[in-house]
Structures are given as C-alpha cells and as structure tokens.
C-alpha cells in the first residue's frame, strides 16, 4: 500500500503515532535543539538523543498500538526500530523539520538465538528508519541500536552528520556478514500499523506472536517476584 500524494507540509503534521503535538515531545526536541543553529545540526542532536537515549529491544508487545506512538515510546525509554523511527520523526516535526518513515526487509545474520527463536527466522520485516528533509533533500537516518548494544555486539553504530544517509553497515567489527537489505516498502507519513501487522502474520505467523507473548510473561513475572 502506497501513501498518497502528500506536501511537504504534511510531513509536518501530528497523525497517530507521530504524535509531534504531545507537549513531553515538543519539550524534548525544544531541549535538544536549544542553541544548535542550522537543520542539519538540530537533525543530528535529534538522531543521537533517539539512538542512545532509547533503548532498542524487539521484546515488545507488537500488536498494541499505543506502543507505536512516539510520545509513549518516549515515556518508555525503549522500543524496536519502527518506534524509535517513530520518535526521531516526531522530536523534528515538532521543531520544523519535515520527516517521515521508511520501510524495508532486512536479514539480521546476527540476530541473537533468542530472537530467532521466537520469530523463526533471522529476516526482519518491515524494519523502519526516518527520512529527514534537510536542504531541499530526504536524508535517511536509522536511530535503531543504541551504543551500548552496539559496544556489547560488536555491532558498527551508524553515524550521521545531518548530510549523508545514515543506514545499517553490512558488516560488524570484526568483519561478520550483519546487515542485508532485501526488499524495499517505500516510505510513509506515519507507521502503518495494520499493513505492518499482516506482512508479520504472513511472515512470522500466529504462533511467533505467542512465543513472543510468553516470553515476554514470563520477563515480567521474573520482574515481579
């Protein structure tokens, strides 16, 4: 499913899970850009804040849509791609640079076992990132893996300058296959949460859903006890 045409002032606009509205939103992109002159330099204080100062984990109940909604994510401190993706979007509508996400397949070759255990498989579905309009151009920006889990990983963190795309690296520090980009989505104005949630049936099927939900039962029983 294509989005329909848009302009480039829509990419400014709050929808439900850009949220670039919230008041905890506009206050947090307010902060990060107080004194940073220029879009590319806000654009960057933005990126580093949404991928070190959120956490990434895929351990998240995946059919709520709360969950994907960028100032809920915020609140949370953690969240997979789609959501920080989510954040960095709306932290730079809520101060004037237009974003919007982008979608893709990738393969994970180095997945953690337990993450290929619940899903079956090591290929990612609908990985998201932020396009930001910086000087008359989209500029892909991908804010998944915090720098500690790239340091524990050995994971390449991805950097960005504000000018150039920012993607996965296809190799980790020590020269291992990491990251294959496979098939391509396009790009959206807010996360397709439905159009998401049918490709991971299709893909993951029903019974990946209920792994993933008692695993997560029983992290938050071990949490409790």
Same mark, same amino acid.
């Given at each position: 499913?294509?989005?329909?045409?848009?302009?480039?002032? #829509?990419?400014?606009?709050?929808?439900?899970?850009?949220?670039?509205?919230?008041?905890?939103?506009?206050?947090?992109?307010?902060?990060?850009?107080?004194?940073?002159?220029?879009?590319?330099?806000?654009?960057?204080?933005?990126?580093?804040?949404?991928? #070190?100062?959120?956490?990434?984990?895929?351990?998240?109940?995946?059919?709520?849509?709360?969950?994907?909604?960028?100032?809920?994510?915020?609140?949370?401190?953690?969240?997979?791609?789609?959501?920080?993706?989510?954040?960095?979007?709306?932290?730079?509508?809520?101060?004037?640079?237009?974003?919007?996400?982008?979608?893709?397949?990738?393969?994970?070759?180095?997945?953690?076992?337990?993450?290929?255990?619940?899903?079956?498989?090591?290929?990612?579905?609908?990985?998201?990132?932020?396009?930001?309009? +910086?000087?008359?151009?989209?500029?892909?920006?991908?804010?998944?893996?915090?720098?500690?889990?790239?340091?524990?990983?050995? +994971?390449?963190?991805?950097?960005?300058?504000?000018?150039?795309?920012?993607?996965?690296?296809?190799?980790?520090?020590?020269?291992?296959?990491?990251?294959?980009?496979?098939?391509?989505?396009?790009?959206? +104005?807010?996360?397709?949460?439905?159009? +998401?949630?049918?490709?991971?049936?299709?893909?993951?099927?029903?019974?990946?859903?209920?792994?993933?939900?008692?695993?997560?039962?029983?992290?938050?029983?071990?949490?409790?006890?």
């Amino acid at each position: 499913m294509k989005e329909v045409t848009v302009n480039i002032e #829509d990419y400014l606009k709050p929808t439900a899970t850009i949220d670039c509205d919230n008041q905890l939103i506009k206050d947090k992109a307010r902060n990060l850009t107080k004194g940073v002159a220029g879009t590319a330099a806000q654009a960057k204080s933005l990126f580093y804040w949404v991928r #070190d100062g959120i956490a990434y984990t895929p351990l998240v109940p995946l059919e709520i849509f709360e969950n994907y909604r960028a100032s809920e994510t915020l609140k949370r401190g953690k969240g997979f791609c789609v959501e920080k993706a989510a954040v960095l979007a709306a932290l730079a509508r809520a101060v004037g640079i237009p974003a919007r996400l982008h979608f893709a397949d990738i393969r994970n070759h180095l997945a953690s076992p337990r993450i290929v255990e619940v899903m079956g498989t090591n290929l990612f579905s609908y990985h998201g990132y932020t396009e930001l309009y +910086i000087d008359g151009n989209w500029i892909k920006a991908t804010p998944a893996f915090d720098l500690n889990l790239c340091r524990e990983k050995q +994971i390449v963190p991805v950097e960005f300058d504000g000018q150039h795309h920012a993607l996965f690296y296809t190799h980790n520090r020590d020269g291992r296959l990491h990251i294959e980009y496979l098939k391509d989505h396009g790009h959206r +104005i807010d996360v397709p949460v439905q159009e +998401i949630l049918t490709a991971w049936l299709e893909h993951y099927g029903i019974a990946a859903q209920e792994r993933l939900n008692c695993l997560l039962n029983e992290e938050n029983r071990s949490k409790n006890r």
